[in-house]
């Protein structure tokens, strides 16, 4: 059985949303970062980086909210990759954009950079709108793990404004947030 050690209010509800696309059984396992339950020694040893959400299944550990999805993905192909060795490739390329150019400059944001977090929004948000000029979904038609990483770190109020203002992420953005599957990862 597939673990996931988190909470639904932490970045496990990413890992979560993708277990729920795929149908694969999975527990969760509760582990609140706010009480500083990452911090034991038996938490430690799982993911020295002190962080959820974990994935474990048959002694298998990965780390990495994103790293993760991909994981899943490949254990339920139907449901969240695409078919193709380049469109395999476009997956992780989105994967990492969204963390080097969108989760980077969230998180300096909340440290109070605002000025250069703001130029490096607008322009990322621009990139993104101009690929979905062209496209419903990132990669293929169909909705894969690739805007479920997207999307799940575009998630959080701070970029809100920035997804309302660009008209082709903003119904990209509808499309994948009202997904029944995200319902579930958070308990909705
Ligand atoms: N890049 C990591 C970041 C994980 C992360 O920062 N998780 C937060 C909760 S959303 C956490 O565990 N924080 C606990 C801490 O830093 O002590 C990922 O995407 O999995």
Not at 50 to 58: A, K, N, Y
Not at 99 to 106: A, C, F, V
Not at 143 to 161: G, H, I, Q, W
Not at 172 to 177: G, L, M, N, V, Y
Request: aromatic letters at 8%.
């Amino acid at each position: 059985m597939i673990k996931i050690y988190g909470t639904r209010d932490s970045r496990a509800f990413r890992c979560l949303w993708a277990l729920e696309e795929s149908g694969l059984a999975y527990e969760l396992i509760p582990v609140d970062w706010r009480t500083r339950e990452t911090r034991t020694p038996e938490f430690l040893a799982l993911n020295p980086n002190g962080h959820v959400p974990v994935f474990e299944q048959d002694g298998l550990v990965l780390v990495e909210s994103l790293a993760i999805n991909l994981h899943i993905s490949q254990l339920a192909p139907d449901a969240l990759s695409a078919a193709g060795s380049v469109d395999q490739s476009h997956i992780i390329q989105w994967t990492i954009w969204a963390m080097g150019e969108l989760e980077g400059p969230h998180d300096a944001a909340n440290r109070g950079e605002t000025d250069v977090d703001d130029e490096l929004r607008q322009r990322a948000l621009g990139v993104l709108d101009q690929h979905l000029e062209q496209s419903p979904y990132l990669v293929s038609e169909a909705f894969t793990v690739a805007d479920l990483n997207v999307a799940s770190v575009l998630m959080r109020p701070k970029y809100m404004p920035y997804v309302s203002n660009h008209k082709h992420v903003d119904a990209w953005f509808k499309r994948s947030a009202t997904r029944p599957a995200l319902a579930k990862a958070l308990g909705r």
